[in-house]
């Protein structure tokens, strides 16, 4: 089975502050992982995805991930927060082994203070 | 434009009454997802289809049923609204399952009394 924690379910930080929103996952076989952001009323983006290739990956609105096996982890980073990173972000998993559906975590709320 | 189109997007439903939500897709995706939110749980798997005319059970399935006739729609039925159905739905596609990322639609917002 495979499932994902995301610790801390509200991150407030100042912009211009680095943003790090974290995710540990676990799974029996060579996982895929993604980052999605929802914001207010709307439905989930796909921020950047892990599949096996690089470890460090990079997605849209400067934000990045690393996957570490050793530590079973996929946290989020972003340098420096702009107010319009406020939104709620998914860590997801799947098996690499086969095209299953994307097990979700329970969500991040960012809020980025002026 | 392209996309996930979901109908309705608000709903208010007596227990015991029945609705059906609809999702359509013009992205020519092969798998379709109905997933549902709550705060504090995140996204949950109600059914899934890997292509027209299957479907799979997720995660929390019971009290739901789902239709997928044309590639291009899913729809969710549910036979006997429970308060416990109160919850945000949304569909999602994907051209060639998780690996490929999912396109989600803007969600269904529905209160059972």
């Known amino acids: 089975a495979q499932s994902v924690t995301q610790l801390g379910s509200h991150v407030s930080v100042s912009e211009g502050a680095l943003v790090l929103l974290r995710c540990n996952y676990s799974?029996?076989?060579?996982?895929?992982l993604f980052w999605y952001v929802q914001y207010p009323n709307q439905g989930l983006q796909l921020l950047l995805k892990?599949?096996?290739?690089?470890?460090l990956v990079k997605g849209i609105n400067g934000f990045e991930a690393e996957f570490k096996k050793s530590e079973t982890s996929f946290h989020l980073t972003k340098p420096s927060a702009h107010m319009s990173d406020a939104a709620e972000y998914f860590c997801?998993?799947?098996?690499?082994?086969?095209?299953?559906?994307?097990?979700f975590g329970s969500g991040t709320r960012l809020q980025v203070q002026p | 434009n392209a996309g996930v189109t979901q109908t309705p997007k608000f709903r208010v439903l007596k227990t015991g009454q029945s609705m059906t939500l609809l999702c359509a897709q013009d992205?020519?995706?092969?798998?379709m997802y109905w997933y549902r939110q709550d705060p504090g749980m995140g996204l949950r798997l109600i059914h899934y289809?890997?292509?027209?005319?299957?479907?799979a059970k997720g995660e929390v399935p019971d009290g739901y049923n789902v239709s997928r006739l044309k590639k291009q729609n899913f729809l969710l039925g549910l036979e006997s609204a429970a308060p416990s159905q109160t919850s945000v739905y949304f569909c999602?596609?994907?051209?060639?399952?998780?690996?490929?990322?999912?396109?989600f639609g803007s969600g269904t917002r529905l209160t059972v009394v």
């Open positions: 999602a596609s994907s051209y060639g399952g998780s690996l490929t990322g999912y396109t």
């Open positions: 799974s029996s076989v060579p996982p895929y």
């Open positions: 892990y599949t096996s290739a690089a470890t």
């Open positions: 997801a998993v799947s098996e690499a082994a086969g095209r299953r559906a994307l097990t």
């Open positions: 992205m020519n995706h092969e798998y």
């Open positions: 289809s890997v292509g027209e005319g299957t479907t």
